[in-house]
């Protein structure tokens, strides 16, 4: 959405569009033109698209902010410092670009007007190094870029974007993704690449609706089973992260304490014992127990267990580790010959496998 024309469609509907991208303006000068239309009788109420971008205005001409039916307006590209409520004068803008400029998230406004016709916000490459809480309040948005920042994390509260359905958080710093992510149930495409993430949570198989997911450029050794829950999933890239190389060298498996050994007896063999037998720390732990989940063993484990590595084909090239953990080492050699088996039978029954998955 860099560059926009004003076509026949345009006119026909009565919609003017304000084009005056690539000029290199200064804010004066583009100020001087777009006082212009204020010389027709009522003509800048037609305007609806403001295309701005690749110009020089470190600050934004007040002009701009006339258009009050503006539906788009770009500013990317500007070399602007400093972000207006735009919003407050702009009351039914619905997609605002302002991508590649030098806003810093010292240079928001501390609340924004609210609107409920923002659907696109596009603030990419810029200088934020927090995650910009201000937006939360835009409730109808739908695609939020906030990629090729600094950020280091992402706000907790991002469920209430619940109308999401593109968010691209690509080219920043984050080391995790908040479980409040899988709450976004209407999201399709999801960017993380280009970040130093370890590992994703669980709920992630929440977003049912998702198509494609950017994850290439971390640091993932695994991906969580869950995954494969995600039956609309099409494209997975995973390009550049330690999956297949370094997580394998680092599994080990230490020996169980007495503690585990003998809790393990209890449950393997159902030894019977009343409630006042063993202390009650020793019941709650007990009952802990995890089922091992080699599905050819009836084995537990408790505190410690194998990190096991199977390799789910996902479209019959490419194979995705996925980390389980095996009550002991022997169940982790008989579980690895076995999944091959499994997986030939698993890949003929599940048509949803993903389609497209980008590993080199």
């Known amino acids: 959405m860099d560059n926009y024309t004003s076509d026949s469609s345009d006119s026909e509907q009565g919609i003017k569009v304000i084009d005056y991208a690539y000029l290199l303006l200064n804010a004066e000068e583009t100020d001087k033109k777009l006082q212009e239309y204020f010389d027709e009788k009522k003509s800048f109420l037609l305007v609806e698209k403001q295309i701005l971008h690749h110009n020089q205005l470190p600050t934004l001409p007040e002009a701009i902010f006339k258009f009050s039916n503006t539906r788009i307006l770009d500013i990317s590209n500007t070399g602007i410092t400093t972000l207006p409520d735009v919003f407050k004068y702009l009351p039914n803008i619905t997609s605002l670009i302002a991508k590649n400029n030098l806003i810093t998230s010292k240079s928001l406004p501390k609340t924004f007007s609210k609107t409920t016709t923002l659907k696109e916000l596009n603030l990419s490459g810029n200088m934020l190094c927090h995650f910009p809480e201000q937006i939360l309040e835009f409730a109808a948005l739908r695609f939020l870029y906030l990629g ?10 991002i469920w209430r974007l619940q109308n ?3 968010l691209s958080f690509g080219g920043n710093k984050l080391t995790e993704v908040p479980s409040a992510l899988g709450w976004l149930e209407h999201l399709q495409a999801l960017v993380l690449c280009d970040n130093e993430i370890e590992s994703l949570p669980a ?3 929440n977003l049912r609706k998702l198509k494609s997911l950017f994850l290439h450029k971390n640091k993932l050794r695994t991906l969580p089973p869950e995954l494969v829950a995600l039956r609309n999933l099409n494209e997975l890239s995973l ?6 190389v370094r997580f394998v060298s680092e599994m080990s498996y230490n020996p169980a304490s007495l503690l585990e050994l003998s809790a393990r007896s209890v449950k393997l063999y159902n030894i019977f014992y009343e409630p006042d037998d063993i202390p009650h720390t020793l019941r709650n732990y007990i009952n802990t127990a995890h ?3 080699n ?7 408790f505190d410690n267990r194998v990190e096991h590595i199977k390799f789910v084909d996902f479209c019959g090239k490419y194979r995705i580790p996925l980390l389980q953990y095996l009550c002991s080492t022997k169940c982790a050699s008989t579980a690895s010959t076995r999944d091959c088996k499994e997986d030939v039978n698993e890949r003929s029954s599940q048509s949803y496998m993903m389609k497209k998955v980008l590993l080199g």
């Open 203 to 205: 709920n992630i198989a």
């Open 239 to 244: 390009r550049d992260n330690p999956l297949v």
């Open 164 to 166: 999401l359905q593109m």
């Open 291 to 293: 089922h091992c989940v």
């Open 148 to 157: 090729g920042n600094g950020m280091l994390e992402i706000s907790k509260n």
């Open 295 to 301: 599905p050819h063993c009836k084995g537990v484990y």
